[in-house]
């Protein structure tokens, strides 16, 4: 019976309409939680999808945008430019490191990464070259839903692998973990390298993909690669921006600059569509000419809007005011503690943890739909995927509210893992 159904006209996001439970209905936020319309209230364990770093209608953003929605809340950015948004470009390019100084403003990560893959395409036009036209990426990345994003995608594994045929064909490698992977980089690179217009990885995270960590290290040694090889490295910092790990930016663990830089889900604190690419001086200079066909082609209709622009620069603010990465340290050691009795479970595979991001992999894919109305029946709000469920919660979260997500997560994984031994 389609028709009785709630949400009758909305089209839900990677779910199956016909089997899925019904969504549950939220009506207000605050802090870390979420109040559904039945008056329930849940601790959020990720941040709505790892947005809201500040916690849920923080006043002072709300304030900036207020202010920002009785002046201009829209004006289009062709021809036209305001404040919110030469402030904000202004101080992105303070925050991130090097020369990171040229900013698109955008309207979600996917475009983002859209216009990074689009600048490193034009930049080797802009300079005279043609013929590379792909871009290596790495297995087990995600980079978004679009087109050009999801070519960049994991291939195989990832949520997009019914789409190889209409996508352009890319280059994939595993990511450098070893002297082993590393060569086979190194020559992928090499026996590419006329076909490549740059290499993009999500640096120490890969979040959709499957909350897969690495090394400093090995971002180090794919910046080196892709240097030796004169390619501009993208790195999507689209997950780890903004504190997630441990750092503002997480390539900064690995002392790199790459050359074009993404950013979206916490640039606004979690309350408003915005994303950006950030590319250096010596990208940017590529496109500097007299010449009207060297401009960058691109620009979104919304593309900075201000009061997007305003949400982000308070949330600046608070980065600036408030001891966010001192937070996110202070959770990573609390989901350290809380999530390591649950390695110790037969049928978990693995437990990691980055920053304030914990991450628990069980040895075979879960009932998800049976986890997850477990996690809401104990009152909390997180999203198992695949093999994993996860916490990146708000880096405001208070000590009751984490407390209470390690302790249901553990029970709630606890009575999985039994569920699944008796079916
Ligand atoms: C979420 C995400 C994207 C896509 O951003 P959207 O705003 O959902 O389009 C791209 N890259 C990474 C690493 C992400 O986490």
Redesign the pocket.
């Known amino acids: 019976m389609r028709a009785t159904r709630p949400g009758r006209h909305l089209w839900r996001p990677y779910t199956q309409m016909k089997s899925a439970a019904a969504p549950l209905e939220a009506v207000a936020t605050w802090g870390s939680r979420i109040v559904l319309a039945d008056g329930r209230e849940l601790v959020d364990g990720i941040a709505s999808?790892?947005t809201a770093v500040h916690g849920y209608n923080h006043p002072h953003i709300a304030r900036a945008v207020a202010d920002q929605l009785a002046r201009m809340p829209h004006v289009m950015f062709g021809g036209l430019t305001h404040a919110p948004a030469e402030r904000l470009a202004a101080r992105l390019a303070a925050l991130l490191p090097g020369d990171l100084d040229h900013v698109f403003l955008v309207d979600?990560?996917?475009?983002?990464?859209e216009v990074a893959l689009k600048m490193a395409a034009q930049l080797w036009l802009n300079r005279g070259v043609t013929g590379r036209t792909r871009v290596l990426a790495f297995r087990g990345?995600?980079?978004?839903?679009?087109m050009g994003?999801m070519s960049v995608c994991d291939p195989d594994e990832g949520m997009h692998r019914r789409f190889g045929a209409y996508l352009p064909r890319q280059v994939f490698c595993d990511l450098p973990h070893t002297a082993e992977q590393a060569a086979a980089l190194d020559a992928a690179l090499a026996r590419h390298r006329d076909a490549l217009a740059a290499v993009i990885v999500?640096p120490l995270v890969?979040?959709?993909g499957g909350m897969v960590m690495h090394d400093p290290e090995v971002l180090a040694t794919i910046a080196r690669l892709a240097r030796r090889h004169g390619l501009p490295l993208i790195c999507?910092?689209?997950?780890?921006g903004f504190g997630r790990t441990g750092t503002l930016f997480a390539c900064e663990q690995a002392g790199i600059v790459p050359d074009i830089l993404?950013l979206?889900?916490a640039l606004t604190g979690g309350t408003m569509?915005l994303?950006a690419t950030v590319a250096t001086a010596e990208i940017f200079d590529a496109f500097w000419s007299d010449d009207p066909a060297a401009a960058l082609m691109h620009g979104p209709t919304f593309m900075a809007n201000p009061l997007a622009c305003a949400a982000a620069n308070a949330s600046l603010d608070l980065f600036e005011r408030e001891p966010r990465l001192d937070q996110a340290r202070a959770i990573a050691g609390r989901l350290r503690d809380g999530l390591a009795p649950l390695a110790r479970l037969p049928g978990v595979r693995d437990v990691r943890v980055l920053g304030a991001i914990g991450a628990v992999q069980f040895a075979r894919a879960p009932d998800l739909a049976a986890l997850k109305a477990d996690l809401v029946a104990r009152g909390v709000w997180v999203r198992p995927f695949g093999d994993i469920v996860y916490l990146t919660p708000a880096l405001t979260i208070g000590a009751d509210d984490l407390d209470h997500l390690l302790s249901a997560l553990g029970r709630s994984v606890a009575e999985t893992l039994r569920s699944a031994q008796l079916s």
């Not at 979600?108 to 990464?113: F, K, L, T």
């Not at 999507?236 to 780890?240: A, H, K, L």
């Open positions: 999808w790892w979600s990560g996917s475009v983002a990464v990345g995600y980079h978004g839903d679009t994003a999500e890969q979040g959709a999507d910092e689209i997950f780890t993404c979206s889900k569509a994303a």
